[in-house]
């Protein structure tokens, strides 16, 4: 039974409309100064890069009579086409460019090929207008062979066809593992269902962490006591010399100036304890003044009198 999805006809349909309207326009281009029945590549714009295309021109009665096989089709005899005597088929593989969105639960699992018909213009090329043709197979239908990018194990794959609205039909295989048949030209590709992603379980709780068992310091051995007590001893010793070393600097700069300031000091302390000079009235000024000796000089003692008496 066909499954019909229309989620994303609306996208679909709008960009195969685009690469219609590219690949018409190179094709033509292509098969300017082309012989009928002859398979031409297709060179196509850079931005059209995961795309590839080819061309041929046929004429209708001899595509009735004997069909073609062109690339992965195989177009039986029989074949009713609406339109002149020549027609042009184009044919495309997209395999890393994206026109087509499958419904979430299915996913490609090759490239998606197709071929269009149309008759050849009479007027310019460049013309977006130009409609396709209705090619059908009442007969016998249309097979294609599809390739698989994607290893599908034992899987057996679906055939997506993809309509000019941008629908898609799901339908099982023609012929295992990769035939699908149609009564129309189409694009079409292989498909899977869409692997279900993976059920998360709740982690289990973790386990309780054991108390830490209580580790006594490490001892240490004597040879190591030794080679601590031996760095402290020379460390102490390093310091003291640097010490002694740094003090007797400072008595070398800084003693002499001490020891002056010393000696000034005490200087000033006696001359503070020295007697004080006595001060008189002398006119209107005061002056310092000396008080009188006790002991009298030898001209004004009795002696002196007594003996300029006898002379």
């Not at 994607?150 to 339908?171: H, K, M, N, Y």
């Not at 309780?208 to 001892?219: G, L, T």
């Not at 001060?279 to 310092?288: E, F, M, N, Y």
Request: glycine share 6%.
């Amino acid at each position: 039974r066909d499954l019909s999805y229309t989620t994303n006809a609306s996208a679909n349909a709008e960009r195969r409309e685009g690469i219609d309207s590219a690949l018409r326009k190179y094709s033509f281009m292509a098969l300017s100064k082309a012989k009928t029945g002859v398979v031409y590549n297709v060179s196509l714009a850079p931005y059209l890069e995961g795309i590839t295309a080819q061309a041929i021109r046929l004429r209708a009665g001899s595509l009735f009579k004997r069909g073609v096989t062109f690339d992965e089709f195989a177009i039986p005899a029989g074949v009713l086409v609406t339109g002149g005597p020549i027609i042009v088929l184009v044919y495309r593989k997209i395999f890393n460019f994206t026109v087509y969105t499958l419904p979430m639960e299915y996913s490609f699992v090759g490239p998606v090929v197709g071929i269009v018909a149309y008759a050849p213009p009479n007027i310019p090329i460049m013309d977006a207008s130009l409609p396709e043709l209705n090619l059908t197979s009442p007969q016998t239908p249309i097979s294609v062979r599809l390739p698989v990018s994607t290893p599908i194990g034992q899987e057996i794959p679906l055939c997506a066809f993809f309509d000019v609205d941008g629908s898609v039909t799901l339908r099982n295989v023609s012929s295992q593992p990769n035939v699908c048949t149609s009564r129309s030209l189409s694009d079409v590709a292989l498909v899977l269902p869409a692997p279900a992603p993976p059920v998360s379980h709740p982690a289990p709780s973790p386990a309780a962490p054991s108390p830490p068992v209580p580790q006594s310091p490490p001892q240490k051995s004597s040879a190591m006591r030794k080679t601590s007590r031996s760095w402290k001893i020379a460390l102490a010793a390093t310091f003291g010399s640097v010490g002694g070393l740094i003090l007797l600097v400072a008595l070398a700069v800084f003693g002499p100036g001490v020891v002056q300031r010393i000696r000034i000091r005490i200087m000033e302390r006696f001359t503070d304890h020295r007697e004080q000079l006595q001060t008189s009235l002398i006119g209107q000024s005061r002056a310092p003044t000396a008080p009188g000796v006790r002991t009298r000089p030898v001209l004004e003692t009795d002696r002196f009198l007594a003996e300029s008496s006898h002379l």
